[in-house]
C-alpha cells in the first residue's frame, strides 16, 4: 500500500476523480480550470469494475442514493475517471474509511456551489452569497474527499481548508504523495 509501488487495480479506500455531470460539473470544470468536477471514495468492490461508493451529489445523482452524501453502486467505466491512493498502510485507509462512514447522509452544500459560480464569474457578491449559504454540516463531494484523506493522512498539506477545496485543487495536492492511475475500460 505504499505510493509509488506499482499495481493497476482500484482498492477500497482509494478517491477517484472525474469531468462531472451536467451544468454544475461544466461549472466546476470552468471555475478550476480542470478537466475534473467530481471525486468519491470506493468503498466495496460488488463485482468485476463496479464499486459501492461514497458520493456527494446535489440531486438524486446518476446513481440513485438522493441529494448529499450517500452510499451509490457505480461501475468505474461510465465516464473518464482518475483514481487516487494516498494511504501508506492499512491503518491510514481504515481512518480515512471511518470518516466517509460517519459523513454519510450530510447534506448537499448548495452555497458552496453558488460560492464556485460567483468566482467563475467574476461576481463578489455571489461568493459571498455562497459563504453566507454554505453550512458546516453539508459539504460536496471534494469536503468529503479531503475530510477522508485528513483523516487518514493529517500530514498531507492541502491548499484550501477541506470544507472550502475543489476537486481539482484536491487532486492536485494528492498527486505528489498518492499512487495514481486511469483505470482501464472494462472488458464486454
Known sequence: MTPGAPTTEPLSGDLFFSRGRGVQGWVIRRASRSTVAHCGVLVRELEPGVWRTHEAFGGDGPYGGGSGLRERVRP???????VVRPWRSRVERDLGLLRSHQLLDQGYDWGEIVRIAGH???????QWLGT????PDRLICSNHCAAVV???RPDVDLPHPPDRIWPAPLLDALLPVSETWT????AR
Open 76 to 82: 468505474l467505466d461510465g465516464e473518464p475517471l482518475r
Open 120 to 126: 467563475l464569474l467574476h461576481v463578489p457578491p455571489l
Open 132 to 135: 453566507a449559504l454554505s453550512r
Open 150 to 152: 485528513l483523516a487518514g
Open 183 to 186: 483505470p482501464a475500460p472494462a
